[in-house]
């Protein structure tokens, strides 16, 4: 575990600049694939999968970057001014600058969206090569339209669209969650699973089967939308959204060690 205060990644410019924290532990000459880790909505760097992936790393010799999504953890920024675009481009800017070869992307709920949002990003600006794999766990790829917005109450959507944003309590923090107009808004500019998806790069999903936030249901349809590219899906009969039991860490690091 990386030891210290973060350091910080200045993204944005004028009055759209913000300060993203992060940790990396860079290791020289290997070549094993480095890892960088994609957390959820509303988690940080220092979750409990996160840790152990640092660790991982540090015991296999392989670099490892972890950082927070502005308004997320140590980093600077209003998270109600965060949405998924916003977020996808703080990733994009970790990935090429501070990273160095082929990755192996890490991406937990919301943060498996953001992995194949940023891995389809690389290949169209031809820089496939920096991809040795996704490892995506409950990955809500397109979950402000597809599992949001439809399980919202009534008056949690007449809110958004009044107000501009709505507080639901929830299970995984004493602070409410903060739903704004402008996160569902942005998501819709960056839905996935209306055609084929590309990941240009073996990917392994582990999806819970008691998973209450993405049901593993929403895996298998992702899994139907990516023909051209190897994925596997490994269902966790036990396993809920979190996935983050000594058995399920161990899991996601023969998933990481697996790909190369």
């Not at 944005?12 to 020289?28: C, L, T, W």
């Not at 992995?115 to 996704?134: H, P, S, T, V, Y």
């Not at 979190?242 to 161990?250: A, K």
Request: include cysteine; aromatic fraction near 6%; charged fraction near 25%.
């Amino acid at each position: 575990m990386n030891s210290g205060e973060p350091q910080f990644l200045k993204v944005g410019k004028a009055k759209d600049s913000r300060e993203i924290a992060y940790r990396v532990r860079p290791v020289a000459g290997s070549a094993k694939p480095g890892v960088i880790w994609l957390g959820g909505f509303k988690s940080d760097m220092e979750s409990s999968k996160a840790q152990a992936l640092d660790a991982f790393c540090a015991r296999r010799g392989r670099a490892c970057l972890r950082f927070d999504y502005s308004g997320h953890g140590r980093s600077g920024g209003d998270f109600e001014q965060g949405a998924i675009g916003r977020w996808l481009q703080e990733s994009l800017a970790a990935i090429r600058g501070l990273s160095r070869g082929p990755q192996i992307l890490v991406g937990s709920s919301m943060g498996g969206w953001i992995a194949l949002l940023a891995a389809r990003a690389l290949a169209e600006a031809k820089e496939a090569d920096r991809l040795a794999g996704l490892v995506l766990i409950a990955p809500a790829v397109d979950f402000t339209e597809a599992l949001l917005w439809p399980r919202l109450p009534e008056e949690g959507r007449v809110a958004i669209l009044r107000d501009g944003r709505y507080e639901r309590p929830s299970a995984y923090s004493t602070e409410p969650y903060v739903y704004t107009r402008a996160l569902i808004e942005d998501g819709r500019k960056h839905l996935l699973l209306g055609g084929i998806i590309r990941s240009h790069a073996p990917v392994r999903i582990l999806q819970g089967m008691k998973d209450s936030d993405v049901p593993y249901q929403h895996a298998m349809t992702l899994v139907e939308h990516m023909p051209m590219d190897p994925v596997t899906l490994s269902l966790i009969r036990d396993g809920d959204h979190r996935l983050s039991r000594e058995e399920d860490i161990r899991l996601l690091l023969e998933a990481v060690e697996g790909m190369g």
